[in-house]
Structure formats: C-alpha cells, structure tokens
C-alpha cells in the first residue's frame, strides 16, 4: 500500500512541472503568431478588395465586348491546373 502510494505521488510531482511548464510557455509564442498570421490575412484580404475595385472601373469603363472580356481575363485569369495542355492520346479518349 506503501509503495502504491508513493509510486503515485512521485508520478504526479514529476509530470506536474512538465505540465505547467508546456502552459506557460504556450500562449505567449501562439499570440505572437496569431497576431502575424491576423496581419497577413486583413493584408491578403485587402490586396483582394483593391483587385476587385480596379475591375469595377475596367467593367464600367468597357465599352464593347471584347474589352469587358479583356477586364474579365485581366483580373479574374483561369488557374494554371486547369490551362494544362493535353496529351494526343488523351484528347482521342475524351471523345469515345
């Protein structure tokens, strides 16, 4: 009975200072990030209006449809996964 209560108390003073050592340190080093990463994502998210703004003032100052299409490409252009370019033998698969 002895032993189990000793056994259990030394278990709980050694693993008592590794937990209190892991909060304390955690939040001060997360804060610090979560405040960079919130910089960098209100800076993205600026970036996004701005482009946005501009297109506006393409599309209203379009005056046939090939410059509204330019604006179009110019600020919206198609992601490169998807301008691959095929092979031969895929293109003849398509079709069957």
Same mark, same amino acid.
Request: with cysteine.
């Given at each position: 009975m002895k032993t189990a209560i000793i056994t259990v108390v030394l278990t709980g003073i050694c693993t008592a200072p590794t937990f209190a050592a892991d909060s304390d340190t955690g939040p001060k080093g997360q804060g610090k990030g979560i405040?960079?990463?919130k910089a960098e994502v209100i800076h993205h998210i600026e970036e996004r209006i701005a482009n946005s703004q501009a297109?506006?003032?393409?599309?209203?100052?379009?005056q046939t449809h090939s410059e509204l299409r330019s604006c179009h &490409?110019?600020?919206?252009? *198609?992601?490169?996964? =998807?301008?691959? &370019?095929?092979?031969?033998? *895929?293109?003849?698969? =398509?079709?069957?």
């Amino acid at each position: 009975m002895k032993t189990a209560i000793i056994t259990v108390v030394l278990t709980g003073i050694c693993t008592a200072p590794t937990f209190a050592a892991d909060s304390d340190t955690g939040p001060k080093g997360q804060g610090k990030g979560i405040e960079q990463k919130k910089a960098e994502v209100i800076h993205h998210i600026e970036e996004r209006i701005a482009n946005s703004q501009a297109e506006i003032i393409c599309v209203k100052s379009a005056q046939t449809h090939s410059e509204l299409r330019s604006c179009h &490409e110019k600020y919206r252009p *198609q992601p490169k996964n =998807e301008r691959r &370019e095929r092979n031969p033998q *895929q293109q003849g698969t =398509e079709k069957e």
